[in-house]
């Protein structure tokens, strides 16, 4: 319902529910001062969905799992006999010339019950627009630094999010040289973080390949693929061109909030990528 204007002065404008803010953000120079701003795509003023993340990246994580099973064979390598009825014993199949039960699933050494299969479906679907959502989601939370700072980043005071820097920081091809940057912005304690939180993971995953654990630091997205190469090597940092940035980039595990910096070349083909016209 519209409101009513005073008296003597028109009708009021009707008023704009469900409108939507861009936000601003200032654009960093790689010597790490702050310039003129530069209006970000309507996808990070989207409302903060965790339901929808969440959904979102065990999606992507479930067609990347493998299908497996035992083999068919197992536990019925064995050479058994049954007694028959009517001896007062049980009916399980037992070892040749002894009492001693095999390859029921009741015995030691048996066969599985209920052993997994090839056959099993573990991929999971979302509907394209929950997925769109979740990925607009996660764009949102990169502004939020509490978010950032629930993720275990080290985010310091004042700093605005997300960090959009000049196109120079696509030509940093040495680690030294993504260093003196990032210890510039304030952000290499994030890096030296992940760094030291490097460990040897628990469990049986040590004897498949998987030895040791390193938190998730810094993800820069730049405008196409094989540039920031300097950053490559960094702990925790990942470098994603604009075209394959994913939910799962922007929320690593599902947490969203990590610490992301753009190119300003990544945020205008970002723009492209959603379909928003230049402001």
Same mark, same amino acid.
Do not use: C
């Given at each position: 319902?519209?409101?009513?204007?005073?008296?003597?002065?028109?009708?009021?404008?009707?008023?704009?529910?469900?409108?939507?803010?861009?936000?601003?953000?200032?654009?960093?120079?790689? =010597?790490? @001062?702050?310039? *003129?701003?530069?209006?970000?795509?309507?996808? /990070?003023?989207?409302?903060?969905?965790?339901?929808?993340?969440?959904?979102?990246?065990? *999606?992507?994580?479930?067609?990347? &799992?493998?299908?497996? +099973?035992?083999?068919?064979?197992?536990?019925?390598?064995?050479?058994?006999?049954?007694? +028959? @009825?009517?001896?007062?014993?049980?009916?399980?199949?037992?070892?040749?010339?002894?009492? &001693?039960?095999?390859? *029921?699933? !009741?015995?030691?050494?048996?066969?599985?019950?209920?052993?997994?299969?090839? %056959?099993?479906?573990?991929?999971? @679907?979302? !509907?394209?627009?929950?997925?769109?959502?979740?990925?607009?989601?996660?764009?949102?939370?990169?502004?939020?630094? *509490?978010?950032?700072?629930?993720?275990?980043?080290?985010?310091?005071?004042?700093?605005?999010?997300?960090?959009?820097?000049?196109?120079?920081?696509?030509?940093?091809?040495?680690?030294? %040289?993504? #260093?003196?940057?990032?210890?510039?912005?304030?952000?290499?304690?994030?890096?030296?973080?992940?760094?030291?939180?490097?460990?040897?993971?628990?469990?049986?995953?040590?004897? #498949? +390949?998987?030895?040791?654990?390193?938190?998730?630091?810094?993800?820069?997205?730049?405008?196409?693929?094989?540039?920031? &190469?300097?950053?490559? !090597?960094? =702990?925790?940092?990942?470098?994603?061109?604009?075209?394959?940035?994913?939910?799962?980039?922007?929320?690593?595990?599902?947490?969203?909030?990590?610490?992301?910096? /753009?190119?300003?070349?990544?945020?205008?083909?970002?723009?492209?990528?959603?379909?928003?016209?230049?402001?």
């Amino acid at each position: 319902m519209t409101p009513s204007a005073p008296a003597g002065e028109g009708p009021a404008p009707a008023a704009r529910e469900h409108a939507t803010p861009h936000h601003r953000v200032h654009v960093t120079s790689v =010597a790490g @001062k702050a310039g *003129a701003t530069v209006l970000l795509p309507l996808a /990070f003023s989207a409302p903060f969905r965790p339901d929808l993340i969440r959904r979102a990246i065990d *999606a992507a994580q479930s067609h990347q &799992r493998q299908p497996y +099973g035992t083999s068919p064979k197992a536990g019925l390598r064995h050479s058994v006999y049954w007694s +028959g @009825k009517g001896r007062g014993v049980a009916r399980t199949p037992r070892l040749m010339d002894s009492m &001693r039960g095999a390859q *029921a699933p !009741n015995t030691v050494g048996g066969r599985p019950t209920h052993p997994p299969v090839v %056959d099993r479906i573990w991929t999971k @679907k979302i !509907n394209r627009k929950e997925r769109a959502l979740a990925f607009a989601s996660a764009l949102g939370a990169t502004r939020d630094p *509490a978010l950032a700072k629930a993720r275990g980043h080290a985010v310091p005071s004042g700093l605005h999010l997300p960090v959009v820097l000049e196109d120079p920081v696509e030509g940093v091809a040495t680690s030294d %040289d993504a #260093r003196a940057l990032l210890e510039r912005l304030k952000l290499w304690s994030d890096v030296a973080r992940a760094r030291d939180g490097v460990h040897v993971r628990s469990g049986r995953g040590k004897r #498949r +390949g998987r030895v040791r654990r390193s938190p998730r630091s810094l993800l820069l997205v730049t405008s196409a693929p094989g540039k920031a &190469r300097g950053f490559r !090597n960094l =702990a925790g940092v990942d470098v994603v061109p604009v075209v394959r940035l994913g939910t799962e980039d922007l929320a690593p595990g599902g947490a969203a909030g990590r610490l992301t910096l /753009f190119s300003l070349a990544a945020v205008e083909g970002l723009r492209a990528r959603l379909g928003e016209a230049a402001p």
